[in-house]
C-alpha cells in the first residue's frame, strides 16, 4: 500500500527482532498461572464428595479402624492425581487457545508488510493500523490518513479521538483530539496510518493498570445452570436421607456412630458430583479439539448452541468462494474484453486508460484481493507504457463511507499543475459521483447485468482533474468522467457444494448474503447448490419491507444481494423472530451487531477485523466453509458424548444409592457398601464419565438428523427415564444376587463380595453400552478410544487386588471368589444391561 513512503519506513530487521525479544520479552500481560498442586488438592477437597470422604477416613481412624481409614483417605490422593491430570490437560487446552485468541498485528520487517500474532510485536516495530483493528502497543504516530481511535477502554469517552503525526512530542495520558500516541487496546474506528511501538506489555498504559484484555470466556452456559439446579436437588436429597439414615441406624442398631458412617455413604452414594467436572472438562477439550479443525472458540455457549443451528448465513465473498479474485473481464469505450480469452494478446489501445485509472484508485501494494487482481493485470499488459505513475505522489484520499461506497485518490504528477483523481467503487457509486444521465445509467446498468450474469463482481471506474488549488471536502465536487466496468471472478471454493448438502442433511437452511448484484449471486448459488435459488431479496428491497413481511419472504428466501453490512442485522432478527437458531458469518466493524445478535457469530479469522472477533463466539482461522460443517459436526459430537457422560452418571449413581440405603432400612441385614466401596467406584466413575466418553467419536448419523431442539432443561425427559432405567435394572439384578447369596447363607464378607464384583461389572456393562445409543457394544469395540482399555482394564485390575489380595481383602471386608462366584456375578452383570442392546437392535429393525 502506499500510504507511506516505502523507502521511509522500512521497519526492523529479523535479527533486530530476535535481539529485542530476548530483552523485553513477548508483548503480553502476565496470564494465569499454571495451577500448582496445592491449589488442585484444595479444590478438590472443597467438592461435597471428598469432604465426606475425609470426614468418612478420620471417623474411622477415630474409631480405631485404621487401615479402613487409611485406604479412604489414599483414595483422595488417587482422586488429586486424577483430577490433577484432568485439570492440566484443560488448562494446556485454554492455553493454547488464549494464543490463538490474542491480537494480531500488521507490521513492517524487511521492509515488507507481515501479518504476526501480537504478543510477538516488539519495541520499535513499525505497526500498520486499520480500521477495525485493536492496537497491539503503545506506539507513536508516523503516518495517518483520517486516523480516529476508540480510547474508551483506557479513558472511558465513548466518542473517538482524531490522532496527528508526531513530531519528537513527549508521551501523554490517552485521551484528547489531535495527539500522536495511540495505546494497547484500544480500537481504530477509522482511517489508517503507521506508528512506531514505544512500549510493549506490562510497560504499555494497559499494563500499568493490569487489564487483561483477551481471555477465554468462562460464561456459565445454559446447560451448566441446568445442571448445577440438578446437583443442587440430589445435595438436598442426599442430606435428607444422611439424616434420616443416622436417626434410623442409631435407634435400631443403638450405634449412632456406625449410623453417622451409614450416612455419609448414602450421601456419597446419592451426590451426582461428576456434572460439574464433565462441563468443565468437556468445553475445555472440546474447545481444543475445534481449533484443530481450525474453528476457535470464544464463548463455550458457542458449543452448546452449534447442535441446534437451523439457519447459517454466510457470505458469499471469501467463505463460499476463495477470495482469490481474478479480472477477468473489463467494459470501456462501449466495448467489452475477456481477458481469460485474451491471456497473452496485448491490450488494445481503448481500455488502457480505465487500468491506468484502476491502478491509481487502489492501493500499490495491495492487500485487497480485487485490487492485487487489478495490479496483476496492469503490470502485465501496461508494462513499458505511459500509464503507469509510479512517481506521481499522493495528496489526498477520500474514503468509502454508508452513503457512497467508492473511494478517490488525488494525485499531484511532476509535469503537471492540475490534480489528478481516480475513483473506483460500486458501479451505482459511480453514477452517482459521475452524474450520469437517466439513458447513461440504463445502459450502464444493462453492462452490469450483463457481466454479473457470467457470476462476476463489478466495479465501476471514474477520472477527473481539478485546478483550485485548495481540495474540497467532499469527493462529490470533483467533476468526473465515467472510465468503465471492472469484472472480476471469484472461484467457488471446491469443498462448498458437498458442505452445502451436508447441511441440508443437517436440517440447517443455508442462506447468501453478498453486495454483488442478483444476477451473480444466483449464480453462484446454482454452483453450491442452495434451494430456491431463483428467489432474491435485494438490499433495497430490505429497506422498504416492514419485520413482519421480512419475517414471511425470508422463510422462503435464501439469497440476499447488494446488501450492506448493516443490513445483516435486519436478517438476523428476522430469522429469531421466525424462532430459528441462527448463525452469523462476517469479517468487518459493521458486521459486530448482527455477529452479537445471532446464536452463533462466526467472525473470519484470516481477513476479519478484530471487532468482527470480539463480536463472536467462533472464529474460523481459515475463513473456508468447510471449517463451518466441521464445527457443527463437531459441536454436536462433543454436545452427544455430554449427554453420553451424564446418563451414564444418573445411571450409575441409581444402584450405588439403592444398594447403600435398602439394607440400613431392612433391620439386620448385612452392608452392602461402605465408603471405602463407594470411593473405590468413584476411582471408576471420575475418569469413565470424563476421559472415556470424551474421547468418543461420534455417531454414523450425526449430520443426518435435525438440529436439536433448545430447552430449558438440560436432558430430555425420555433419556432421564432410560438412564434411570438402565440403574435400576443393575439394582434390581444387583439385589437379586446378594438376596440368593443370604438365602444359600453365605457368610457376609461373601455376600458383599458377591453383590459388589456384580456392580462392578454391571458398571463396566454401562460405561460400553452408553458408548452410543444406537450401535451395539460389538459394534463400538471396533471404534477406537484410547481411554477405554486404561479405565476398564484399571477397574478390572482393582478389583482382582481387593479380592485376592488379603490385607485389601479384609479392608474392603470381602471374601475370596471361585471360578463359579466369577461367572455368576459375570452373567448377572451382563443381564443387567443386556435389555438396552437388544432394544437398540429392535429400535433398527423397526426402522428398516
Same mark, same amino acid.
Given at each position: 500500500?502506499?500510504?507511506?513512503?516505502?523507502?521511509?519506513?522500512?521497519?526492523?530487521?529479523?535479527?533486530?527482532?530476535?535481539?529485542?525479544?530476548?530483552?523485553?520479552?513477548?508483548?503480553?500481560?502476565?496470564?494465569?498461572?499454571?495451577?500448582? &498442586?496445592?491449589?488442585?488438592?484444595?479444590?478438590?477437597?472443597?467438592?461435597?464428595?471428598?469432604?465426606?470422604?475425609?470426614?468418612?477416613?478420620?471417623?474411622?481412624?477415630? !474409631?480405631?479402624?485404621?487401615?479402613?481409614?487409611?485406604?479412604?483417605?489414599?483414595?483422595?490422593?488417587?482422586?488429586?492425581?486424577?483430577?490433577?491430570?484432568?485439570?492440566?490437560?484443560?488448562?494446556?487446552?485454554? $492455553?493454547?487457545?488464549?494464543?490463538?485468541?490474542?491480537?494480531?498485528?500488521?507490521?513492517?520487517?524487511?521492509?515488507?508488510?507481515?501479518?504476526?500474532?501480537?504478543?510477538?510485536?516488539?519495541?520499535?516495530?513499525?505497526?500498520?493500523?486499520?480500521?477495525?483493528?485493536?492496537?497491539?502497543?503503545?506506539?507513536?504516530?508516523?503516518?495517518?490518513?483520517?486516523?480516529?481511535?476508540?480510547?474508551?477502554?483506557?479513558?472511558?469517552?465513548?466518542?473517538? &479521538?482524531?490522532?496527528?503525526?508526531?513530531? #519528537?512530542?513527549?508521551?501523554?495520558?490517552?485521551?484528547?483530539?489531535?495527539?500522536?500516541?495511540?495505546?494497547?487496546?484500544?480500537?481504530?474506528?477509522?482511517?489508517?496510518?503507521?506508528?512506531? &511501538?514505544?512500549?510493549?506489555?506490562?510497560?504499555?498504559?494497559?499494563?500499568?493498570?493490569?487489564?487483561?484484555?483477551?481471555?477465554?470466556?468462562?460464561?456459565?452456559? !445454559?446447560?451448566?445452570?441446568?445442571?448445577?439446579?440438578?446437583?443442587?436437588?440430589?445435595?438436598?436429597?442426599?442430606? &435428607?436421607?444422611?439424616?434420616?439414615?443416622?436417626?434410623?441406624?442409631?435407634?435400631?442398631?443403638?450405634?449412632?456412630?456406625?449410623?453417622?458412617?451409614?450416612?455419609?455413604?448414602?450421601?456419597?452414594?446419592?451426590?451426582?458430583?461428576?456434572?460439574?467436572?464433565?462441563?468443565?472438562?468437556?468445553?475445555?477439550?472440546?474447545?481444543?479439539?475445534?481449533?484443530?479443525?481450525?474453528?476457535?472458540?470464544?464463548?463455550?455457549?458457542?458449543?452448546?448452541?452449534?447442535?441446534?443451528?437451523?439457519?447459517?448465513?454466510?457470505?458469499?465473498?471469501?467463505?463460499?468462494?476463495?477470495?482469490?479474485?481474478?479480472?477477468?473481464?473489463?467494459?470501456?469505450?462501449?466495448?467489452?474484453?475477456?481477458?481469460?480469452?485474451?491471456?497473452?494478446?496485448?491490450?488494445?489501445?481503448?481500455?488502457?486508460?480505465?487500468?491506468?485509472?484502476?491502478?491509481?484508485?487502489?492501493?500499490?501494494?495491495?492487500?485487497?484481493?480485487?485490487?492485487?487482481?487489478?495490479?496483476?493485470?496492469?503490470?502485465?499488459?501496461?508494462?513499458?507504457?505511459?500509464? !503507469?505513475?509510479?512517481?506521481?505522489?499522493?495528496?489526498?484520499?477520500?474514503?468509502?463511507?454508508?452513503?457512497?461506497?467508492?473511494?478517490?485518490?488525488?494525485?499531484?504528477?511532476?509535469?503537471?499543475?492540475?490534480?489528478?483523481?481516480?475513483?473506483?467503487?460500486?458501479?451505482?457509486?459511480?453514477?452517482?459521483?459521475?452524474?450520469?444521465?437517466?439513458?447513461?445509467? $440504463?445502459?450502464?446498468?444493462?453492462?452490469?447485468?450483463?457481466?454479473?450474469?457470467?457470476?462476476?463482481?463489478?466495479?465501476?471506474?471514474?477520472?477527473?482533474?481539478?485546478?483550485?488549488?485548495?481540495?474540497?471536502?467532499?469527493?462529490?465536487?470533483?467533476?468526473?468522467?465515467?472510465?468503465?466496468? !471492472?469484472?472480476?471472478?471469484?472461484?467457488?471454493?471446491?469443498?462448498?457444494?458437498?458442505?452445502?448438502?451436508?447441511?441440508?442433511?443437517?436440517?440447517?437452511?443455508?442462506?447468501?448474503?453478498?453486495?454483488?448484484?442478483?444476477?451473480?449471486?444466483?449464480?453462484?448459488?446454482?454452483?453450491?447448490?442452495?434451494?430456491?435459488?431463483?428467489?432474491?431479496?435485494?438490499?433495497?428491497?430490505? $429497506?422498504?419491507?416492514?419485520?413482519?413481511?421480512?419475517?414471511?419472504?425470508?422463510?422462503?428466501?435464501?439469497?440476499?444481494?447488494?446488501?450492506?453490512?448493516?443490513?445483516?442485522?435486519?436478517?438476523?432478527?428476522?430469522?429469531?423472530?421466525?424462532?430459528?437458531?441462527?448463525?452469523?458469518?462476517?469479517?468487518?466493524?459493521?458486521?459486530?451487531?448482527?455477529?452479537?445478535?445471532?446464536?452463533?457469530?462466526?467472525?473470519?479469522?484470516?481477513?476479519?477485523?478484530?471487532?468482527?472477533?470480539?463480536?463472536?463466539?467462533?472464529?474460523?482461522?481459515?475463513?473456508?466453509?468447510?471449517?463451518?460443517?466441521?464445527?457443527?459436526?463437531?459441536?454436536?459430537?462433543?454436545?452427544?458424548?455430554?449427554?453420553?457422560?451424564?446418563?451414564?452418571?444418573?445411571?450409575?449413581?441409581?444402584?450405588?444409592?439403592?444398594?447403600?440405603?435398602?439394607?440400613?432400612?431392612?433391620?439386620?441385614?448385612?452392608?452392602?457398601?461402605?465408603?471405602?466401596?463407594?470411593?473405590?467406584?468413584?476411582?471408576?466413575?471420575?475418569?469413565?464419565?470424563?476421559?472415556?466418553?470424551?474421547?468418543?467419536?461420534?455417531?454414523?448419523?450425526?449430520?443426518?438428523?435435525?438440529?436439536?431442539?433448545?430447552?430449558?432443561?438440560?436432558?430430555?425427559?425420555?433419556?432421564?427415564?432410560?438412564?434411570?432405567?438402565?440403574?435400576?435394572?443393575?439394582?434390581?439384578?444387583?439385589?437379586?444376587?446378594?438376596?440368593?447369596?443370604?438365602?444359600?447363607?453365605?457368610?457376609?464378607?461373601?455376600?458383599?463380595?458377591?453383590?459388589?464384583?456384580?456392580?462392578?461389572?454391571?458398571?463396566?456393562?454401562?460405561?460400553?453400552?452408553?458408548?452410543?445409543?444406537?450401535?451395539?457394544?460389538?459394534?463400538?469395540?471396533?471404534?477406537? #478410544?484410547?481411554?477405554?482399555?486404561?479405565?476398564?482394564?484399571?477397574?478390572?485390575?482393582?478389583?482382582?487386588?481387593?479380592?485376592?489380595?488379603?490385607?485389601?481383602?479384609?479392608?474392603?471386608?470381602?471374601?475370596?471368589?471361585?471360578?463359579?462366584?466369577?461367572?455368576?456375578?459375570?452373567?448377572?452383570?451382563?443381564?443387567?444391561?443386556?435389555?438396552?442392546?437388544?432394544?437398540?437392535?429392535?429400535?433398527?429393525?423397526?426402522?428398516?
Amino acid at each position: 500500500m502506499d500510504i507511506y513512503d516505502q523507502e521511509r519506513f522500512r521497519g526492523l530487521t529479523s535479527a533486530e527482532v530476535s535481539t529485542r525479544l530476548k530483552h523485553y520479552g513477548f508483548n503480553e500481560l502476565p496470564s494465569s498461572k499454571p495451577k500448582s &498442586v496445592f491449589s488442585i488438592i484444595l479444590k478438590v477437597l472443597h467438592e461435597p464428595m471428598f469432604i465426606l470422604l475425609v470426614a468418612c477416613g478420620v471417623l474411622y481412624i477415630f !474409631l480405631g479402624d485404621r487401615n479402613e481409614g487409611i485406604m479412604l483417605l489414599s483414595s483422595v490422593l488417587i482422586v488429586i492425581a486424577v483430577s490433577y491430570y484432568q485439570e492440566r490437560k484443560a488448562e494446556r487446552s485454554l $492455553e493454547a487457545l488464549s494464543e490463538l485468541s490474542s491480537p494480531r498485528a500488521l507490521v513492517i520487517r524487511d521492509g515488507e508488510e507481515k501479518r504476526i500474532a501480537g504478543r510477538e510485536v516488539v519495541k520499535d516495530d513499525l505497526i500498520v493500523m486499520q480500521e477495525g483493528d485493536r492496537v497491539c502497543a503503545d506506539a507513536t504516530v508516523l503516518y495517518e490518513m483520517n486516523l480516529r481511535v476508540d480510547e474508551s477502554l483506557l479513558t472511558g469517552e465513548s466518542m473517538p &479521538v482524531k490522532k496527528s503525526v508526531w513530531k #519528537n512530542e513527549k508521551i501523554s495520558s490517552p485521551g484528547g483530539d489531535e495527539t500522536p500516541f495511540v495505546y494497547s487496546g484500544t480500537l481504530v474506528v477509522g482511517g489508517h496510518g503507521v506508528a512506531k &511501538v514505544i512500549a510493549t506489555g506490562m510497560e504499555t498504559e494497559m499494563g500499568k493498570i493490569g487489564k487483561s484484555l483477551q481471555q477465554i470466556s468462562d460464561d456459565r452456559t !445454559l446447560l451448566q445452570k441446568e445442571t448445577k439446579r440438578i446437583v443442587a436437588v440430589f445435595l438436598v436429597f442426599g442430606f &435428607v436421607f444422611c439424616l434420616s439414615v443416622v436417626l434410623i441406624y442409631g435407634l435400631a442398631r443403638h450405634s449412632w456412630m456406625n449410623g453417622v458412617l451409614s450416612g455419609l455413604s448414602v450421601a456419597m452414594a446419592m451426590l451426582p458430583e461428576e456434572f460439574a467436572v464433565v462441563l468443565a472438562i468437556f468445553f475445555a477439550i472440546g474447545a481444543s479439539r475445534m481449533a484443530k479443525h481450525n474453528v476457535l472458540t470464544r464463548h463455550a455457549s458457542a458449543i452448546e448452541r452449534l447442535g441446534s443451528i437451523t439457519v447459517l448465513c454466510a457470505d458469499k465473498t471469501g467463505t463460499l468462494t476463495l477470495n482469490k479474485m481474478s479480472l477477468r473481464k473489463i467494459f470501456a469505450q462501449n466495448k467489452f474484453y475477456d481477458l481469460n480469452e485474451n491471456d497473452s494478446a496485448g491490450l488494445p489501445e481503448d481500455f488502457h486508460q480505465l487500468l491506468e485509472y484502476s491502478i491509481l484508485a487502489g492501493q500499490e501494494d495491495p492487500f485487497d484481493p480485487m485490487e492485487r487482481a487489478i495490479k496483476e493485470v496492469a503490470e502485465k499488459k501496461l508494462s513499458g507504457t505511459e500509464h !503507469l505513475h509510479r512517481d506521481w505522489i499522493l495528496v489526498e484520499e477520500y474514503a468509502l463511507s454508508h452513503e457512497l461506497t467508492a473511494m478517490s485518490r488525488v494525485f499531484k504528477s511532476p509535469n503537471k499543475k492540475d490534480f489528478v483523481i481516480a475513483a473506483k467503487g460500486s458501479p451505482e457509486a459511480i453514477e452517482e459521483l459521475c452524474h450520469l444521465s437517466k439513458e447513461k445509467i $440504463e445502459d450502464v446498468k444493462m453492462k452490469v447485468i450483463a457481466m454479473a450474469s457470467e457470476g462476476l463482481r463489478v466495479l465501476g471506474v471514474a477520472r477527473a482533474t481539478f485546478s483550485a488549488p485548495g481540495l474540497p471536502g467532499d469527493q462529490h465536487e470533483f467533476d468526473f468522467k465515467f472510465a468503465g466496468l !471492472l469484472g472480476f471472478a471469484d472461484p467457488v471454493r471446491e469443498s462448498v457444494g458437498n458442505d452445502v448438502k451436508q447441511c441440508y442433511d443437517a436440517g440447517i437452511r443455508v442462506v447468501m448474503i453478498t453486495g454483488d448484484y442478483p444476477v451473480t449471486a444466483k449464480h453462484i448459488a446454482q454452483q453450491v447448490g442452495l434451494r430456491n435459488a431463483e428467489l432474491v431479496i435485494t438490499g433495497s428491497e430490505l $429497506e422498504t419491507l416492514s419485520m413482519e413481511e421480512l419475517q414471511e419472504k425470508i422463510q422462503h428466501t435464501n439469497i440476499f444481494a447488494r446488501v450492506v453490512p448493516e443490513q445483516k442485522l435486519k436478517i438476523v432478527t428476522a430469522l429469531k423472530a421466525n424462532h430459528e437458531i441462527v448463525a452469523m458469518t462476517g469479517d468487518g466493524v459493521n458486521d459486530a451487531p448482527a455477529l452479537k445478535a445471532a446464536d452463533v457469530g462466526i467472525a473470519m479469522g484470516a481477513r476479519g477485523t478484530d471487532v468482527a472477533r470480539e463480536a463472536s463466539s467462533l472464529v474460523l482461522l481459515d475463513d473456508n466453509f468447510s471449517s463451518i460443517t466441521a464445527a457443527i459436526r463437531m459441536g454436536r459430537r462433543i454436545y452427544d458424548n455430554m449427554e453420553k457422560a451424564m446418563g451414564y452418571i444418573f445411571a450409575v449413581h441409581f444402584p450405588i444409592a439403592g444398594l447403600t440405603l435398602i439394607p440400613l432400612l431392612s433391620g439386620n441385614l448385612p452392608i452392602i457398601l461402605f465408603p471405602l466401596h463407594i470411593a473405590f467406584l468413584e476411582l471408576i466413575i471420575d475418569p469413565s464419565c470424563t476421559l472415556i466418553f470424551e474421547a468418543e467419536e461420534d455417531e454414523k448419523n450425526i449430520m443426518k438428523r435435525p438440529p436439536r431442539i433448545i430447552t430449558g432443561a438440560a436432558f430430555g425427559i425420555r433419556k432421564i427415564l432410560v438412564s434411570s432405567m438402565q440403574g435400576l435394572s443393575v439394582l434390581v439384578i444387583s439385589l437379586a444376587v446378594y438376596a440368593i447369596a443370604l438365602y444359600l447363607r453365605r457368610p457376609e464378607n461373601e455376600i458383599r463380595a458377591l453383590t459388589f464384583t456384580t456392580l462392578i461389572v454391571a458398571n463396566i456393562g454401562l460405561i460400553l453400552i452408553n458408548r452410543s445409543w444406537t450401535r451395539t457394544i460389538i459394534e463400538t469395540v471396533r471404534q477406537h #478410544n484410547p481411554m477405554l482399555k486404561w479405565v476398564i482394564g484399571g477397574a478390572i485390575s482393582f478389583l482382582i487386588l481387593v479380592l485376592y489380595v488379603p490385607f485389601l481383602r479384609s479392608v474392603f471386608r470381602l471374601e475370596i471368589l471361585h471360578v463359579t462366584d466369577i461367572l455368576i456375578c459375570l452373567g448377572a452383570g451382563v443381564i443387567s444391561v443386556l435389555w438396552f442392546e437388544l432394544m437398540k437392535v429392535m429400535k433398527r429393525y423397526r426402522r428398516s
